[in-house]
């Protein structure tokens, strides 16, 4: 195992950039404990990702056809008029997790479903995601050996689809989800543009108005997490996010996704989308009822006027390309399956959903991190601030009820080492993040 020390100078020389050299101001000064941290984590991330050498294609790193957890019949692409009554349950997934998209709760989902029914998740070592930004290697995974077969991937990674296919049957069922580039924006830079060095030098209460008014001033290609800023769904895809909309390449990213996702949800229609993941997949109601994880307080969100969303969508142009292909195809899906029948199965899921609230959830919704009792059910927050709500499950739970809210209200860091995963980097972080940062 090698590690190249080299790979790292660049990046630690481009999270400086366009910060100015030329005075040393009070703000610039007190970023430096926090461009030390930085620092600090990145040389650790360097540690722990080591070269490794990519065998694209090779045969022997594939998982072969009889090493499936179970048999299951690919119901992805059926319609509802030919699809089997009796039809298996899907074990076999690949979740794309995007950021910002609601994403979270999907993973919960997830997790329970694979706890559920004993599958093997391919997990990453030491963090909650595959070594993003880096592009994903089958060899990032957890003990990986060649030819090894999982049922479920589903942490963050910037995606490859020739190495996802390594891990996976060939009949898995790609899903992924996307929400309304603008939003997406306006969410991805109040929740990372502290760890854009670029956005330090905004001046004014609102820095995303005085970004998207003169973005080209805060933002660099090479600078550094500077995707965090632009097209990031594009990014996460494993594409260029700095690409303009009408670049061919765009079109020819969004057919290539197309022929490899066999259903793609939409975060503004999150009930219909969890209908469709169940028909999909062939899987039951109770495999789908959720809480809504990672949710922001209100008085966080900007309130973009009509001219400011207008420049976000210019300024994300690839995602809004990306977003309306796959807005159209989803509501195909819906079309095909009955607006009717979706009418009535939201409802159903509106109705148990409220159920599991009033089971489970004290004072009947989210609270304030600061509110919340039991550090189980605390969520990641962002460099500096809380914003992130979070659950406080009640006292007297009935004892049948118990595990599954525990469950359903457990975030996804601490979901992740309830399952296993080593996650030293992710809370090594969390805990520099916190003490430089007090929330």
Known sequence: MRYDFRECAPVLVSMMSGIKRNKCTLSTRRLIPWFLLTNIILLLYCFTNPIQVNNRGSQQDTCPNNMRKSPKKN???????????????????????????ASSTILNILFRFGEKHKLKFAFPDGRNDFFYPSPFLCSQVKDYRPGDCFNIVCN??????????KLLPPDAAYITILRDPVDLFESSFHYYHRAVPLTWRINGENKLEEFLNDPLSFYSQEAFNSFYLKNLLFFDFGFDNNLEAD????????????????????????????????????????DILYFKLNARRSSSVSRLTPELRDKALQWNGADWRLYQHFNATFWA????????????EVNELRRRNAEMKAICVQDGGAVEAQMIQDRRFLPW?????????????????????RTICEKMLTPEIQYLSELGVSLWLTRLWGWFKDAVFSI
């Open 247 to 286: 670049d061919p390449r765009v079109l020819r990213g969004i057919h290539n996704l197309s022929k490899h996702f066999d259903l793609v949800l939409i975060a503004e229609y999150f009930e219909e989308s969890l209908i469709l993941l169940k028909d999909t997949l062939c899987w039951t109601m109770e």
């Open 381 to 401: 927050q962002p460099v500096g601030e809380s914003s992130i709500l979070g659950y406080n499950m009640k006292k007297n739970v009935d004892l049948k009820f």
């Open 156 to 165: 963050h990674m910037r995606f490859d689809h020739e190495e996802v296919a």
């Open 75 to 101: 119901v992805s692409m059926l319609s509802k008029s030919t699809k089997s009554d009796k039809c298996s349950p899907t074990v076999d997934i690949m979740f794309m997790k995007t950021h910002k998209t």
């Open 333 to 344: 899906r819906v079309e095909a399956y009955g607006r009717e029948r979706m009418k009535q």
